[in-house]
């Protein structure tokens, strides 16, 4: 098993250009969830979705900030336009039905920087 | 969800048991307590959970008090790889959401 797959890995990107973040959860996993972590907050929910559907996307900072799944095994988090106060590491978590007793399985993250 | 409360950081010698204390003196009856770790540049790991009883497995033993109110995670032979910030978390069974807090920074030393 391959674990959560998250792409790029690095992204620097100018002040108002659109950052898509990819997200390839494990097979089978029906909970998906995206934080954000910076020095600052520390890690933050943005939002989870079950079954491909957005259940909670209160952390999501403001409008710019959107997210989808499209399928069991791809999601994006788009923030348009870029501001560098969303520079910060993003990470995809994944879980099973039952995962609340067993746990996240977290991808190794993306960290974005906005200039 | 019950909040935790953690040590800033933690030393500890290699080879040695490390001792990590979380308090979460307001649990209800119906919330797990879950740890996570986090190493350098990578996303947190799922170490264990329990609700009442002590728990163990291949990563580490968790000890809850009888109360509830406290509980201990131990790396019975830390190295160095254990070097890491870790989470203590309280959820409750009904939902999926973790909320993090500052957590335990441990260094394991040579």
């Known amino acids: 098993d391959a674990g959560v797959i998250q792409s790029p890995r690095h992204e620097v990107t100018e002040m108002g250009q659109e950052v898509t973040l990819r997200c390839k959860p494990i097979s089978g996993h029906d909970y998906l969830f995206w934080y954000r972590q910076t020095m600052m907050r520390g890690l933050e929910l943005l939002i989870y979705?079950?079954?491909?559907?957005?259940?909670?996307d209160s952390g999501m900072p403001e409008d710019r900030f959107s997210a989808k799944m499209p399928n069991a095994s791809f999601s994006t988090l788009k923030i348009q336009p870029s501001e560098p106060r969303d520079s910060a590491v993003y990470f995809c978590?994944?879980?099973?039905?039952?995962?609340?007793?067993?746990?996240?399985?977290f991808g190794s993250g993306t960290r974005l920087t906005v200039v | 969800d019950a909040k935790t409360t953690q040590p800033p950081s933690m030393d500890c010698a290699e080879g040695r048991a490390a001792n990590l204390p979380c308090n979460h003196s307001t649990i209800s009856g119906n919330e797990y307590v879950y740890w996570y770790r986090q190493i350098h540049s990578q996303g947190p790991q799922y170490i264990i959970h329990g609700l009442k009883n002590n728990e163990t497995n291949e990563m580490a033993s968790l000890i809850i008090t009888e109360d509830r109110k406290s509980s201990t995670l131990i790396l019975p032979h830390a190295t160095l790889r254990d070097t890491a910030v870790y989470y203590c978390?309280?959820?409750?069974?009904?939902?999926?959401?973790?909320?993090f807090g500052t957590g335990t920074r441990l260094k394991v030393l040579a």
């Open positions: 979705f079950n079954n491909n559907v957005p259940i909670d």
């Open positions: 978390i309280v959820k409750g069974s009904g939902t999926y959401k973790y909320i």
């Open positions: 978590a994944s879980s099973f039905r039952a995962g609340w007793d067993y746990g996240y399985t």
